[in-house]
């Protein structure tokens, strides 16, 4: 396979999931109880929801946005790489 179609794909899965993090770390859905699972009324995120916890926490909305920037910063540090190296 053509090295810059790989490029291609993998700084396309970077900002596509930077953004995700981005929206996820930044909009707020209020979410209602649910004496069935245990969950408090909350704004959860994504992946608040996927790790199944009781509470909304405070810590994954930083870490969400922390690694948005990594991921943005990884893929713009790729397309940059891979047109100098033209």
Known sequence: M???IIKF???SALLTFA???FLDA???G???ANPAT???KGCYTEFEIWMGVKRPTQWIRLAELAAAGVFAISGVTVMISGRSSK
Do not use: D, E, M, Y
């Open 9 to 11: 794909f993998v700084v």
């Open 26 to 28: 930044t909009i707020f």
């Open 30 to 32: 209020l979410t209602k």
């Open 19 to 21: 953004v995700f993090l």
């Open 2 to 4: 053509n090295v810059s």
């Open 38 to 40: 245990g969950r408090a």
